[in-house]
């Protein structure tokens, strides 16, 4: 097993504080001392602290950013497709996604988080949501910010070690299924 590195254990440092205490309350000496290092040592592994949030969620957002480039080389990828893939793509990354969609909209001058929205905005596309209907538009916001609300909730709550991934993995599939697929355009049940 490899040994976990400095650089691994600030980027988990600095991920667990700006989720509970917010990224404009976090300095990157409060980073330090939890690591048990000084904030020189920080700044050697990341120049600044906008360059570790962008490390930080950089893979998530590239990870989307490749499906959705993959859906419109597709042409014809079933909707109930893309929900399956887009849970495996939050449950890989479901401690980074309470952070963005918790964060995202007062961090937007921050460009990995306004990448972020803009890539959000690209799902909210692909399912013709973003321009239409109040209820539409209300059925995508549920949807998402369900989901990370759940995922952020367990870990609040201890519940993390408690909830089967695959269970979680399975049930959210149905309820995006359900909520993001109207039944006009649902082309195949999810699958378990």
């Given at each position: 097993m490899a040994a976990v590195t400095l650089?691994?254990?600030?980027?988990a440092i600095a991920l667990a504080e700006f989720a509970t205490s917010g990224y404009a309350a976090t300095s990157l000496q409060r980073i330090a001392d939890?690591?048990?290092?000084?904030?020189?040592?920080?700044?050697y592994h990341f120049a600044s602290k906008?360059?570790?949030l962008a490390d930080i969620v950089s893979p998530a957002v590239d990870d989307l950013d490749r499906l959705l480039?993959?859906?419109d080389a597709a042409s014809g990828l079933r909707h109930a497709d893309f929900v399956e893939s887009f849970v495996d793509l939050l449950l890989r990354h479901r401690e980074v996604v309470p952070l963005v969609i918790n964060q995202g909209a007062t961090l937007d001058d921050v460009p990995?988080?306004?990448?972020?929205?803009e890539i959000m905005r690209r799902v909210a596309?692909?399912?013709?949501?973003?321009s239409g209907s109040t209820m539409e538009k209300l059925r995508f916001g549920v949807?998402?910010?369900?989901v990370a609300y759940t995922l952020a909730a367990a870990e609040r709550l201890g519940l993390s070690g408690e909830i089967d991934v695959d269970d979680l993995r399975g049930a959210l599939l149905v309820i995006l299924h359900e909520l993001l697929v109207p039944s006009s355009l649902a082309d195949s049940t999810p699958k378990d």
């Open positions: 650089h691994d254990e600030l980027r939890l690591a048990g290092t000084s904030k020189a040592s920080v700044l906008e360059l570790l480039d993959s859906i990995v988080m306004h990448r972020a929205t596309e692909l399912f013709r949501l973003a949807a998402f910010g369900g």
